[in-house]
């Protein structure tokens, strides 16, 4: 059985080998990458995960895995109460 590492090990690769500036700028504060840091495009350590974390793609994908489950919630809230006013009205019945 493979494990994820080993899965996805050629997407990671892939975005190591993606030019900086491929990258869109996902900054919090809305302002633009002024510079590029050279070892941006290297595999990086744990100090350098920080970094990509903030700046790189990965804050993207988190924006959307949040909105989606924002809509799940959202949609199972509204599931819920179907089906108890969907009880009520049962029981109004007998």
């Known amino acids: 059985m493979e494990t994820r590492m080993e899965r996805y090990a050629k997407y990671r690769e892939q975005i190591r080998r993606m030019a ?16 590029i840091d050279p070892e941006f495009s290297m595999p990086y350590d ?5 970094e990509v974390a ?13 909105r989606w489950l924002v809509i799940k919630i959202v949609l199972l809230l509204l599931a ?7 009880w009520f009205l049962l029981q109004g019945r007998k």
């Open 20 to 35: 900086p500036m491929d990258f869109p700028s996902a900054n919090s504060r809305g302002e633009a990458r002024e510079s």
């Open 80 to 86: 819920i109460g179907g089906f108890v006013l969907w």
């Open 54 to 66: 903030h700046n790189g793609p990965y804050l993207l994908y988190l924006s959307r895995r949040k």
């Open 46 to 50: 744990d100090e350098g995960f920080e």
